[in-house]
């Protein structure tokens, strides 16, 4: 059953702007598959970003395509290149993607695609994770919400406090290079989250697969916002 936040993105899809400024339903947009499934990640070593970076601008060219979607809810491999973060000896590991990655250019502009307010943003610097990241609150009805941005550059990040009211289509930062990103190949990680449960700058992206329900009712489906047919 569908989360009251995810009925009423459901209710409201005809008024949100794009998160950036691409068609994510063009031919040249194409699903990547980050799983156990894929046996060209068993061959890469991940931890290695220019290697990362290859094996994602193989995968495009596989399918003729430039951008790369996909991820919610995706039971992932690629995490193992950060054990620190993902995996520890007091908890499950974590491998279940809560927000949706478009991977493409660094550099590309991320656009608001509500009004909103800057809710929170910090430079989550460790190897694998966040890298400069942006949070925005928002207000449909009266529900409040919020979306994460992750892997973006410091420049635009330094320009903000929270506080400060995005009108919606606005540009207010740009998909990030490696290392700055969290030295990731460049992408944006997109997510939709219902209670920020009293966090700042950062919010868990990844999940333990045992705890799937709970995870997806707190972060429904960003496609509900994207609006991609490839997702």
Not at 14 to 38: I, K, M, Q, Y
Not at 134 to 163: M, N, W
């Amino acid at each position: 059953m569908p989360s009251p936040l995810a009925e009423l993105l459901e209710r409201h899809q005809h008024e949100f702007g794009p998160v950036l400024p691409v068609d994510l339903s063009a031919p040249d947009v194409a699903r990547l598959d980050f799983t156990a499934a894929n046996p060209l990640l068993t061959d890469t070593n991940l931890r290695d970003t220019d290697a990362f970076s290859d094996l994602v601008a193989r995968l495009l060219a596989a399918q003729q395509a430039d951008i790369g979607v996909g991820g919610y809810l995706e039971n992932r491999v690629i995490y193992r290149r950060s054990p620190t973060l993902f995996a520890d000896d007091s908890a499950p590991a974590r491998s279940l993607h809560l927000g949706v990655d478009v991977w493409l250019r660094a550099g590309t502009p991320v656009l608001a695609p509500l009004d909103a307010v800057v809710h929170s943003l910090a430079d989550n610097a460790n190897f694998g994770d966040y890298g400069p990241t942006i949070i925005l609150q928002h207000q449909l009805e009266d529900t409040v919400f919020y979306t994460l941005y992750g892997h973006l550059t410091r420049r635009e990040t330094a320009l903000l406090r929270p506080g400060m009211t995005i009108a919606q289509g606005t540009t207010f930062a740009e998909v990030g290079p490696p290392p700055e990103n969290g030295d990731w190949p460049p992408h944006l990680h997109f997510q939709v989250i219902a209670d920020m449960q009293g966090r700042q700058g950062d919010f868990p992206g990844v999940a333990a697969p045992a705890e799937r329900d709970q995870w997806a009712a707190l972060c429904p489906d960003p496609n509900l916002v994207l609006q991609s047919q490839w997702l």
